[in-house]
């Protein structure tokens, strides 16, 4: 098949939370498969400063409603896939893709991201590839979708092109005001409740829901969570409606990144084989972060966006409960001011046990995947998740509240009632996520038998791109087979 992916992120070009690592393993694990994949980014101020490319298209004109922008795009590769970088430097050459400095949404992020979409259909003609499948991925691409109804009718080209839009966190949706329905090319058919219109103004990702051929969100957990009210993010009737094309599919783990026996960012390597090397692991994390070198005290790892969705406001009490016993804390994280004042003064008062890296530091995020025994994920709602999976290959016991992909990738007890991968609990609230770590702690000091088991469990459990990619073929060759009126 002919793939295009919009992604508004891809790691290795630019990265601010999981869909970087989806939209970079999951067109790679396709190529291998032999579909030709081609990814297109907007053209972002840091990756026009540090990345090689060279020119595809020098001006590519773009109607957008009654004005029509000449862009260019460049051309890049992520390893052997090609990828597209739609360069318009009022819209996206800034420091941050979505946010500015004091971390409020770009107030025309919908016309910059329209504009993402529309360039993407139009470079499809102006390179002759047209794809079978146009693959997007949260509200950024929604409107793709939408122009790609357009497209089917203006070019005949188009004709057995079909869309599927991915969905890995619903609770970011894309609103703009109504003022963006000329621009955006959103006629008065699509701006309605079934459709982008929300509360009168504009709601990218709920119109995608209408205007996409199929949908998926990335677990089947948080599939189904969509589908109610509490876990709908307020568009729960807009995915019911669609319930026919939507599905779950749980995103891959990147094993040739995320593996601790050639990981380049830790100073010993390890495996299921000889964990000798992750006790090193653990006394050289100590000491980065700036902690007393004791392999007897459990470390508990946190690599997170210091986000309301993360779970701060019950599990930063929680921690607070926790310092009182014998345990150490290893914090990376950037994100929300009044989550990262709160750290930073449990730190202060607690320096000897919980250190904070405030910031973003890829190779510190591995080194706390690897030198961590336990890493805490207690989820408000996790769409997927990676950092769990990532803590399984490292032998780094997940503690996780069973929410999204997170209940679909970590088992406290297997169905016998045996020893899991990890520690769960289900209530969003301080006591229940004490009680959980109190269990790992417990485990670690006074079962180390149960502890060892669930370590290895654990290393040989295996979330595969291939067979996550397995999964994409499937939904793509639904997606051709629907009928378009
Ligand atoms: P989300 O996409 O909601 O942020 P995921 O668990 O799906 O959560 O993916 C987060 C990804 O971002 C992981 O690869 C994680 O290691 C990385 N990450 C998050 N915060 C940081 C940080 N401060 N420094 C380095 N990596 C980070």
């Known amino acids: 098949m002919k793939i295009l992916f919009l992604s508004s992120e891809a790691t290795g070009l630019i990265k601010t939370g999981g869909l970087a690592d989806v939209a970079r393993a999951l067109p790679l694990a396709l190529c291998q498969k032999g ?24 001006s590519l004109g773009v109607s957008m409603g009654d004005s029509k922008l000449f862009c260019a795009v460049q051309q890049t590769r992520l390893e052997k896939l090609p990828v597209y970088l739609i360069e318009y430097h009022d819209f996206f050459l800034r420091n941050h893709p979505y946010e500015d400095v004091a971390g409020n949404p770009h107030p025309d992020n919908g016309e910059r991201f329209g504009f993402f979409c529309k360039a993407a259909l139009q470079l499809c003609l102006a390179e002759n590839f047209i794809p079978d499948i146009v693959h997007v991925n949260d509200w950024q691409g929604a409107l793709a979708c939408l122009y790609l109804h357009q497209y089917r009718k203006t070019y005949s080209e188009f004709a057995g092109t079909r869309s599927l839009m991915t969905i890995h966190n619903g609770g970011y949706q894309g609103h703009c005001s109504a003022s963006a329905r000329s621009f955006l090319e959103i006629g008065d058919d699509w ?17 995608g829901l209408r205007a996409a051929d199929q949908l ?25 409606a669609r319930k026919e094309a939507f599905s779950g599919i749980l995103n891959g783990c990147e094993y040739k990144v995320w593996n601790p026996s050639t990981d380049p960012f830790l100073t010993t390597s390890y495996d299921l084989g000889n964990l000798s090397g992750k006790i090193q692991c653990k006394s050289a994390l100590q000491a980065e972060m700036g902690l007393k070198e004791v392999p007897e005290v459990p470390l508990i790892g946190i690599v997170s966006r210091l986000t309301g969705q993360k779970g701060f406001d019950f599990s930063l009490p929680a921690i607070a409960k926790v310092l009182s016993k014998k345990v150490q804390f290893a914090i990376l994280g950037s994100g929300e001011r009044w989550i990262v004042e709160k750290i930073a003064r449990l730190s202060e008062m607690n320096p000897e046990k919980l250190q904070f890296h405030n910031g973003y530091n890829e ?51 297997d169905v016998s009632g045996g020893d899991g991968t990890g520690f769960v609990f289900t209530e969003p609230n301080a006591d229940d996520t004490l009680a959980a770590i109190e269990r790992g702690i417990d485990c670690f000091t006074n079962d180390s038998a149960s502890f060892q088991n669930r370590i290895c469990l654990g290393m040989r459990q295996r979330f595969s791109w291939k067979n996550t990619a397995t999964q994409y073929e499937n939904i793509y060759s639904k997606a051709l087979k629907s009928h378009i009126n």
Request: glycine share 10%; charged share 20%.
């Open 35 to 58: 579909h030709d994949v081609r990814i297109v980014l907007p053209n972002y101020l840091s990756i026009a400063r540090t990345q090689n490319y060279s020119p595809a298209i020098p």
């Open 191 to 207: 701006f309605r409740a079934a459709g982008f219109e929300d509360h009168g103004q504009i709601n990218l990702l709920k119109g």
């Open 216 to 240: 998926n969100a990335v677990s089947v957990g948080y599939a189904e969570e969509l589908r109610t009210p509490l876990g709908g993010h307020g568009l729960h009737e807009s995915y019911e």
């Open 363 to 413: 190779a510190l995020a591995h080194r706390i995947e690897a030198g961590s025994d336990f890493f805490l994920m207690p989820s408000l709602y996790e769409p997927c998740g990676l950092n769990q999976m990532y803590s399984l290959r490292y032998g780094t016991l997940p503690i996780v509240r069973a929410v999204g992909g997170l209940r679909d990738t970590v088992w406290e007890r």
